[in-house]
């Protein structure tokens, strides 16, 4: 049973904050304390004076200041705009962060991150990743003159074997990763860091779960961050990323970065987040209701299936140890890569489209497509398979997924041709 009168951190423990389960907190504004900035208590001056019951859109790039000295609470939209405060106070609400960011895409969240890395010092960063961030990370080395060390960050131990105490500054995690969906033991890893490297930030890349499923400052990272573009949206019609952070002080050095760079995110696309993760709770639990049952038919035809709600997965009790549900992406190899991109262009219900976390099924060849940008010789080296088909399962109705990739699977010669039970 979930303690529903929980203080939040650093509010005054007289004056508890009444928390409800997460399902409910993503839904939940409570506008009597909150101003329309998504601030509570004495500071919260601003209200909305007709009540409205949406958050409105505060669409303007500049404000107006009452002095000459312009001490308004907001002057210029790229140093603060009242609609996405309002977003970022909710975000760190659900991600149960100290504050929140939210920026123009989730490679864009990253960059603000990985800016707290300078010229000289390393990063370590798993072999299993984004395609984008491999991308962003191989920038940084060639211009920036910061090294990634990339290990298996499935096992702690290559983790500290490559710390350097004088130069390691981040260690940045995926869990599940993508595309191989792979576990990182969150906890055991911060601890140890924390420990051998006390300079180093840990930093989660949590998109594949999203709050609802995971929350990694709760398992000891200092940063978390999502690409609001998948689950926190939930309908492809926006960029974002979302950064939360431990503490005041790592907070400060972000919103440094995003107000010299110009990368906070625009009125109207806080506004679709703000609405779009009202409804997450959801769309995830049918998304992940439906990925079970993708799961274990393919399992069922003899596939090689990557899902970590499979109780197979290496790191089944691991994953249940951190995180609430399975999420709904998973992987599956064919053997073959010209089998594999007959599966996946026989497919009708399953857009072919990179992304996930949207309410449409999705389905992809990763090394061809969200991680071709990984030359074919690094994906050989870090053991990637080319025939990964990803799924990234939808709200649509179970059977008429199963029956699509079922007829899919058969018309590309994958599976007999024969009716079978699904
Ligand atoms: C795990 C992960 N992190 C970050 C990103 C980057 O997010 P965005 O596309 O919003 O920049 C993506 C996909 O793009 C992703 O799959
Ligand atoms: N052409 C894009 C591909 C984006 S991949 C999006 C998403 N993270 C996924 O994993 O599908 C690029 O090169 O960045």
């Avoid at 019951?53 to 505060?58: C, E, H, K, L, M």
């Avoid at 890395?117 to 962003?136: F, M, Q, S």
């Avoid at 609405?275 to 049952?293: C, P, W, Y």
């Avoid at 449409?360 to 080319?386: F, K």
Wanted: with cysteine; net charge negative; hydrophobic share 35%.
């Amino acid at each position: 049973m979930t303690n529903l009168l929980t203080p939040e951190p650093n509010s005054p423990s007289l004056n508890p904050v009444k928390r409800y389960r997460p399902a409910t907190e993503l839904v939940y504004i409570d506008t009597s304390a909150t101003d329309i900035c998504g601030r509570t208590g004495p500071g919260s001056t601003i209200r909305d004076p007709y009540n409205a019951a949406s958050v409105p859109i505060y669409q303007t790039a500049t404000f107006k200041q009452p002095s000459a000295s312009g001490s308004g609470e907001y002057d210029y939209s790229r140093s603060g705009n009242p609609t996405r405060s309002h977003v970022e106070s909710h975000l760190a609400k659900i991600m149960h962060a100290q504050r929140a960011f939210v920026v123009s895409s989730g490679m864009s969240a990253l960059d603000v991150i990985l800016r707290l890395v300078k010229a000289g010092e390393a990063i370590i960063a798993g072999d299993d990743l984004y395609g984008g961030t491999n991308r962003l990370l191989g920038y940084l080395g060639t211009h920036g003159g910061v090294t990634t060390h990339h290990v298996d960050t499935t096992d702690p131990l290559r983790i500290i074997e490559a710390l350097d105490p004088e130069r390691t500054r981040m260690v940045l995690l995926e869990t599940p990763t993508n595309p191989m969906i792979k576990i990182a033991d969150i906890p055991t890893i911060a601890d140890l860091v924390h420990k051998h490297c006390p300079r180093a930030l840990v930093v989660v890349d949590n998109t594949m779960m999203s709050p609802y499923l995971q929350r990694p400052l709760d398992l000891g990272a200092d940063i978390v961050y999502h690409s609001g573009t998948k689950y926190l949206s939930g309908h492809h019609d926006l960029m974002a990323g979302v950064i939360g952070a431990k503490t005041n002080a790592v907070a400060d050095q972000l919103y440094h970065v995003i107000n010299a760079t110009g990368c906070g995110l625009s009125p109207f696309d806080s506004w679709l987040l703000l609405r779009g993760v009202k409804t997450l709770a959801v769309r995830m639990e049918k998304q992940q209701a439906n990925a079970v049952l993708i799961s274990d038919y393919l399992i069922r035809r003899g596939f090689r299936v990557h899902y970590p709600g499979n109780p197979s997965h290496p790191q089944y009790a691991l994953h249940k140890s951190m995180a609430s549900g399975p999420g709904a992406v998973l992987s599956f190899e064919t053997g073959q890569v010209e089998m594999s991109e007959r599966i996946v262009e026989a497919t009708k219900l399953w857009g072919i489209s990179v992304s996930f976390g949207c309410v449409n099924s999705l389905i992809s060849m990763p090394c061809q497509m969200s991680h071709a940008s990984i030359p074919a010789h690094v994906r050989q080296q870090r053991a990637l398979p080319e025939d990964l088909i990803r799924l990234c399962v939808g709200i649509e109705d179970p059977e008429d997924l199963l029956e699509d990739l079922e007829n899919a699977l058969v018309s590309a010669g994958a599976l007999p041709n024969q009716p079978m039970d699904l």
